[in-house]
């Protein structure tokens, strides 16, 4: 579908050209302006007596082709804007791996029994402290 969009775009863009020239060819109000200034008498010469005409036909039927051309070619570029949307929305994610050796996840776990070993040796030391405590209270009480 894309190529064809393309293919259609420069189509647009030589009518939008040949658009141009055929304004620029017709002859202006008051005999002046743009049309006299880029040979608006050799288009008379060329197409007979019935110029004017020729070309206001020529202008209307290709503003008309330019007109839907365009806006075909939006509705073709929402549309596949909207498919490459979907198409991605759809797509499965893509993480970045990182790179960790196996020595580096063993020394994170025996990291981790290394920190439990201590935290169990500092709530036995604790647990060892109290009850000596309570046993000094107790003794006093005696006392």
């Not at 007109?67 to 893509?94: C, R, T, W």
């Not at 402290?129 to 006392?143: I, L, W, Y």
């Amino acid at each position: 579908m894309s190529i064809i969009a393309d293919i259609l775009t420069i189509i647009l863009v030589l009518i939008s050209v040949f658009l141009i020239l055929v304004v620029l060819m017709q002859k202006g109000n008051a005999n002046g302006g743009m049309g006299a200034a880029m040979g608006g008498g050799m288009a008379e010469a060329a197409l007979g007596a019935e110029t004017s005409s020729v070309l206001t036909k020529v202008t209307r039927n290709t503003a008309i082709v330019f007109f839907v051309m365009v806006f075909g070619l939006g509705l073709a570029y929402i549309y596949l804007h909207s498919s490459a949307q979907e198409a991605e929305d759809n797509a499965l994610p893509e993480f970045a791996a990182q790179e960790e050796s196996g020595s580096g996840l063993l020394e994170t776990i025996s990291g981790a029994e290394t920190t439990a070993e201590e935290a169990a040796e500092s709530l036995e030391d604790q647990v060892e402290a109290a009850a000596q405590d309570a046993e000094a209270e107790a003794e006093q009480a005696e006392n």
